[in-house]
């Protein structure tokens, strides 16, 4: 799985910085910028990113090169750290240098890291950059603008584990077809079974001037493809109560969800909608 926390890209003496949100395994984190940014300071026009052409000033230029530049990393920065590396698992830093040269290329592309893999990494990634869409200007002159990337990361030992996974198959829906594919029949045949077998007699009496009513229905399909914890949630008590019990009766799977070639509970959630009249 990969994790990415903090970029902050910085060109023309100031700072561009983009942040992900905090999820389980990540942790925002910041870098200062340094002050040895002398050299930046004739740049009148930045480079623009490929995707960032419409932007009409100069700092939603950067802001777009630098959210376009962290999403990259992000989406393609592998922390899975080799199993011989002496690096410890837990936040480790990165600082990737280059520049955008007069044709809008990435090159001198360099790395700084706690040891050769991340380096690489990281170096990886950045040859899989796309060229800018044009390079810095002064003056109307295409000049050479550098770039630093301070990557803050997370990483462990553990890979990505190779799931094999199939869903339940409802009656009249083949073995053969895809995970999305099978769990897209199935949903739809269990639909189906709902809206057949549904008390529309009862659903007149409870509701006499709507024209439509609404349910959601959640239950588990258990290791031997049979329906168990059932809950509804209806406008009326008879209605949760009714569509619970036909959900008693559907019918057994012809085969329950697997993982690994083993059987598994899946869980089925859905927002019915009967019309009425």
Do not use: W
């Not at 419409?54 to 230029?61: F, I, L």
């Amino acid at each position: 799985m990969k994790h990415f926390f903090i970029l902050i890209a910085f060109f023309g003496g100031l700072v561009l910085s983009a942040q992900e949100k905090t999820n389980k395994q990540s942790e925002l984190d910041s870098i200062a910028a340094t002050n040895d940014v002398d050299s930046f300071s004739i740049v009148e026009d930045v480079p623009i990113y490929k995707g960032c052409e419409n932007r009409v000033t100069y700092a939603e230029k950067k802001e777009c090169a630098n959210q376009k530049i962290a999403d990259f990393f992000k989406e393609n920065y592998n922390t899975i750290r080799p199993k011989d590396s002496e690096v410890s698992s837990g936040k480790v830093r990165v600082l990737v240098t280059f520049s955008v040269d007069e044709q809008a290329n990435i090159v001198d592309g360099t790395a700084e890291g706690p040891d050769k893999y991340f380096e690489n990494e990281a170096l990886r990634v950045l040859k899989l950059l796309p060229k800018f869409s044009s390079p810095g200007y002064f003056r109307g002159k295409a000049i050479k603008v550098p770039f630093s990337i301070p990557l803050v990361l997370y990483v462990n030992t553990k890979k990505d584990e190779v799931v094999d996974a199939t869903y339940p198959v409802y009656r009249g829906c083949h073995k053969e077809l895809s995970f999305e594919e099978t769990k897209q029949c199935t949903s739809d045949k269990i639909m189906d079974y709902i809206k057949v077998s549904f008390n529309y007699e009862l659903a007149d009496k409870v509701f006499p001037t709507e024209l439509t009513t609404q349910f959601l229905v959640e239950f588990i399909i258990n290791k031997k493809g049979k329906t168990e914890h059932i809950n509804v949630k209806a406008h009326h008590k008879a209605i949760a109560i009714d569509v619970i019990q036909l959900i008693k009766r559907m019918p057994k799977f012809k085969t329950p969800g697997t993982r690994n070639g083993k059987p598994i509970a899946t869980k089925f959630s859905a927002l019915a909608t009967i019309r009425l009249l």
